[in-house]
């Protein structure tokens, strides 16, 4: 008894959260069957408590990330392998998520395999260039306003102009611009990253605002540890809310069963074997050790669906297996940001279905241009929840194909996204242990010095 008691205590998060998962799940499903239909006003009050948890969370989000960038930078900053590793690592996993995606849509063929008899090829109108989508990647990467980086993010527009004689060609369309709502995380890592690398190079003068970050990221997490106490609640009504929305779940999952296969083979191939093989291959430690004890992460993620709520669940389940904590507060708050292990799949998935349920003909070489710019386009996305398939639209549309059956990967963007988000967890925290295996040398020197 006195060891059940132990094991309880040292891993209460996990057991309460997967209790609360597991509660939403038999509620909703039971809640579904005991009425025909509930009303909207009826699932928003069952939502309410679910909605709260997720106001306060994403409410300290951007003062946690912000302030572990800063703080994390200015002990790492005259430390630059860990950033150039971290770069490495990124591009290496998003580059194997890619191939993986090609490899995938080119052999299982969801989209031929859906497609019906009546399904004819149609034509869309170009309302976006490719082109125009990198670029905005570089100016929300660059915000000219910091205040106004915490609430919007930079879109360039392009206008038909009235023309009745001729179609003009969408070059020669009027650019123009707007501002949408949606928290510029890639320019606010930037802008953090940039911050606590000019704090450390002051020297001496800077340890008084390196102090002040350093304690703020302290107290942000002492905050969200007391928010994890009332997880288990507000992830158990969150998904008893989004079960009563669907209208025919069964119908769904059967209509698109060979899209979800595929995105499922995917997540499942990157985030439990490949990645895992990668960090066995460089560090000769097991993956799986680390994995495991990433639970309250991944019950955090299932509820959420959001990278940036999971950072300081993942930071600490790292930081009690013995990964160094100025690593963890440096590469999972980026990582939260610009990882694109589950996007690269999902998203470039999602785009090269929809090409296929349509019929169209496009080359290997198009295929991979399309995942690679639908990959690219999601950076800065990738912890907001289902902010990606916005991105999936834009990029469909840059190349002119048809963009009404996206709706039906939105209907299952709610369940598919949260598996997507587990796979960026895990990519976050083996390439956390990557890194600290390799500077571990270097972190020393430095504490020493």
């Known amino acids: 008894m006195n060891n059940l008691m132990r094991f309880l205590s040292k891993h209460k998060i996990i057991i309460s959260t997967v209790v609360g998962v597991t509660a939403g799940i038999i509620c909703g499903m039971s809640f579904k069957h005991s009425r025909k239909s509930w009303s909207d006003r009826d699932i928003m009050y069952l939502k309410f408590p679910g909605e709260i948890f997720l106001r306060v969370v994403n409410c300290l989000i951007l003062p946690l990330i912000t302030s572990s960038i800063v703080s994390a930078t200015c002990n790492l900053s005259k430390s630059g392998?860990?950033?150039?590793?971290?770069?490495?690592?990124?591009?290496?996993?998003?580059?194997?998520?890619?191939?993986?995606?090609?490899?995938?849509?080119?052999?299982?063929?969801?989209?031929?395999?859906?497609?019906?008899?009546?399904?004819?090829?149609?034509?869309?109108?170009?309302t976006f260039m490719t082109i125009d989508t990198i670029l905005d990647l570089f100016r929300n990467l660059f915000p000219e306003n910091i205040v106004l980086a915490c609430m919007y993010q930079y879109q360039t527009v392009l206008e038909k102009p009235i023309s009745i004689n001729t179609s003009v060609p969408i070059e020669e369309?009027?650019?123009?611009?707007?501002?949408?709502?949606?928290t510029n995380v890639l320019g606010l890592v930037f802008h953090s990253l940039l911050l606590g690398v000019a704090i450390a190079n002051i020297g001496t003068k800077g340890k008084p605002l390196s102090d002040f970050f350093s304690c703020l990221a302290d107290v942000m997490m002492k905050i969200m540890k007391w928010i994890t106490l009332i997880a288990p609640i507000g992830v158990s009504f969150l998904i008893t809310s989004r079960i009563l929305e669907i209208d025919d779940f069964g119908n769904m999952i059967s209509?698109?069963?060979?899209?979800?296969?595929?995105?499922?083979?995917?997540?499942?191939?990157?985030?439990?074997?490949?990645?895992?093989?990668?960090?066995?291959?460089?560090?000769?430690?097991?993956?799986y050790k680390i994995i495991s004890k990433l639970g309250p992460s991944f019950a955090t993620a299932i509820g959420t669906s959001s990278s940036t709520a999971t950072v300081p669940y993942t930071i600490r389940c790292l930081e009690d297996l013995g990964i160094n904590s100025k690593i963890t507060k440096f590469l999972i708050p980026i990582g939260a940001a610009i990882n694109m292990d589950g996007i690269a799949l999902y998203e470039s998935i999602g785009a090269i279905f929809i090409i296929q349920l349509r019929g169209l003909q496009f080359s290997l070489f198009k295929i991979i241009i399309i995942s690679v710019t639908c990959t690219v386009s999601c950076v800065g996305a990738a912890g907001i929840p289902s902010g990606g398939y916005m991105m999936l639209i834009m990029v469909l549309n840059s190349i002119g194909v048809p963009v009404e059956d996206v709706t039906?990967?939105?209907?299952?963007?709610?369940?598919?996204?949260?598996?997507?988000?587990?796979i960026n967890i895990i990519g976050d925290a083996l390439g956390a242990s990557i890194i600290s295996r390799f500077c571990k040398d270097l972190l020393l020197e430095k504490d020493e010095i």
């Open 81 to 126: 392998p860990i950033g150039l590793m971290a770069l490495y690592y990124y591009l290496t996993t998003t580059t194997i998520g890619i191939i993986l995606c090609v490899i995938l849509v080119e052999t299982i063929r969801p989209g031929e395999l859906m497609k019906s008899e009546n399904n004819t090829v149609s034509t869309s109108t170009k």
């Open 173 to 182: 369309w009027s650019i123009t611009n707007e501002y949408v709502v949606g």
């Open 255 to 287: 209509y698109l069963g060979f899209y979800i296969l595929t995105v499922f083979i995917g997540l499942i191939l990157q985030g439990f074997v490949i990645l895992p093989f990668l960090h066995w291959i460089i560090t000769r430690k097991s993956p």
């Open 408 to 422: 039906l990967i939105i209907a299952i963007d709610w369940f598919v996204d949260r598996f997507r988000t587990t």
